[in-house]
């Protein structure tokens, strides 16, 4: 039941994570217009994503427009957007996998854990490894940012500030790294612990040992 309920708790987080993942890769919020000048009077505030940018103003009017090409993008923001629609096809896949193996579903039969385990132990991967491909661009976004807001020879209106779908991409990378670890842990088959200790058997859990090699052991010293 304990690993039962990990299990889901993971595959919960991991849901989650995947929401959030395709929010923050829809918001045009990745980049902020940053005001570093003796600038009182702000009448716009530019907005970047990775599909589109908008303008705010002042009046309350927000005018967005989607990038007219592609290949006219940098490559960060390429590899960004390919990225970011990877992790997200592979958490896709993942919950499909997840689903038909947790142990609370009927998908593939009550007779067939193990491959139900197998298919849970996989999805829990692919979880890892779509947050760490999510985490990519995130983190070259954030860091391209605050490289150009330091460097004195970028102008002060092309200058960009972190905006707030990269810090919800902070945290979606984590629901999925951790709901990933704890979709593992907890999908161990039928007979086994869902947290196996290495390095051998644990001390208070000694092997059972045949009768036959009992007597064996007395005849021996017999």
């Known amino acids: 039941?304990?690993?039962?309920?990990?299990?889901l708790l993971g595959l919960l987080l991991a849901v989650l994570g995947w929401v959030g993942g395709a929010l923050v890769c829809a918001a045009p919020l990745w980049r902020v217009s940053a005001f570093v000048g003796g600038e009182l009077v702000i009448a716009q505030v530019l907005w970047e994503g990775l599909w589109m940018n908008c303008l705010s103003q002042t009046t309350g009017q927000i005018q967005c427009k989607t990038y007219d090409s592609t290949l006219a993008l940098p490559a960060s923001a390429q590899a960004a957007r390919g990225?970011?629609?990877?992790?997200?096809?592979?958490?896709?896949?993942?919950?499909?996998?997840?689903?038909?193996?947790?142990?609370?579903?009927?998908?593939?039969?009550?007779?067939?854990?193990?491959?139900?385990?197998?298919?849970?132990?996989?999805?829990?991967v692919l979880f890892l490894v779509a947050g760490l491909l999510?985490?990519?661009?995130?983190?070259?976004?954030?860091?391209?940012?605050?490289?150009?807001?330091?460097?004195?020879?970028?102008?002060a209106p092309l200058k960009r500030e972190l905006g707030p779908a990269?810090?919800?991409?902070?945290?979606?990378?984590?629901?999925?790294?951790v709901g990933g670890a704890l979709t593992h842990a907890g999908s161990s088959p039928p007979g086994e612990r869902a947290l196996p200790i290495f390095g051998g058997v644990g001390k208070g859990n000694p092997q059972p040992v045949a009768a036959g090699e009992v007597k064996q052991q007395e005849k021996s010293f017999v």
């Open 134 to 155: 999510y985490l990519i661009p995130i983190c070259w976004t954030a860091s391209a940012i605050i490289k150009d807001f330091y460097n004195p020879n970028v102008a």
């Open 1 to 7: 039941m304990a690993s039962t309920g990990l299990q």
């Open 166 to 177: 990269l810090y919800l991409g902070w945290g979606a990378s984590v629901l999925l790294l």
């Open 83 to 124: 990225l970011t629609v990877l992790s997200l096809l592979l958490c896709l896949l993942a919950i499909i996998l997840a689903v038909a193996g947790a142990k609370c579903t009927h998908c593939m039969g009550d007779g067939n854990q193990i491959a139900k385990a197998r298919l849970a132990k996989i999805a829990g």
